[in-house]
């Protein structure tokens, strides 16, 4: 699996786009990017994933650069309850029963 | 409404006993996992499972056991051989109409050693 890069951290203001980085530069052709936050003592939920095209969904917007080695994940309005940490994940979209493998993330911090 | 349960959701252990978590799925998914998540990290594969009675481990299974018996369920027991067992244990699942790599999660067991 390619690795990721992303900031620890970030803020954002409430009612802001949050735009969170993942760099993903030894990326290869078949795997996808995925995304997941997960929120103060509870389970990660799955947000969003994708290949090449941008990607949108009610939750949130993934934005892949062409070459592949970085994407963006978009939430558009955030609001308190997005505080959370957010998973970059890249993996070959295999039959259902892979393991993933969740690193650091990235701490979004929404601030009134 | 299909989801993941887990019990218990906190737990104290002694040292030296034996703890089993449960988790339950009826999502009908065939593949269920276990993670464990340390403070302030990120989640750690301790076993996986593809199919009924058949199970792997993942990166930390050491002191760690689990079977699956049955669709629905994935227990795992964490044993006194587990130096460090303080943690939060978190159960996942996914199959074929969830899409590869796209897992549901429980809400998580904190088990706390005293």
């Known amino acids: 699996d390619a690795k990721t890069t992303q900031p620890p951290s970030m803020d954002c203001a409430e009612g802001r786009a949050a735009n969170l980085p993942c760099n993903h530069s030894?990326?290869?052709?078949?795997?996808?990017v995925y995304w997941y936050r997960q929120i103060h003592s509870q389970g990660p939920q799955y947000i969003i994933h994708?290949?090449?095209n941008n990607e949108t969904n009610e939750m949130a917007s993934l934005i892949i650069t062409e070459d592949r080695k970085s994407s963006t994940l978009i939430l558009p309005h955030a609001t308190l309850r997005d505080t959370a940490v957010y998973y970059c994940?890249?993996?070959?979209?295999?039959?259902?029963?892979?393991?993933?493998?969740f690193g650091g993330g990235t701490r979004l911090m929404v601030k009134p | 409404d299909g989801g993941i349960t887990q019990s218990p959701k906190y737990l104290f252990r002694k040292e030296g006993q034996n703890v089993t978590l449960s988790c339950e799925q009826n999502l009908n998914h065939d593949a269920m996992y276990w993670y464990r998540q340390d403070p302030g990290q990120g989640l750690r594969l301790i076993y996986y499972?593809?199919?009924?009675?058949?199970?792997q481990k993942g990166d930390i299974a050491e002191g760690y056991s689990v079977s699956r018996e049955k669709k629905e369920s994935f227990p795992l027991t964490v044993t006194s051989a587990q130096k460090n067992p303080t943690a939060f244990y978190l159960c996942?699942?996914?199959?074929?109409?969830?899409?590869?790599?796209?897992?549901?999660f429980g809400a998580g067991s904190r088990l706390t050693v005293l």
């Open positions: 030894t990326i290869s052709g078949n795997e996808y």
């Open positions: 994940i890249v993996r070959v979209a295999h039959n259902a029963g892979d393991m993933l493998t």
């Open positions: 994708g290949l090449k």
């Open positions: 996942a699942s996914n199959g074929p109409s969830s899409g590869a790599n796209v897992l549901t």
């Open positions: 499972s593809q199919i009924v009675n058949d199970f």
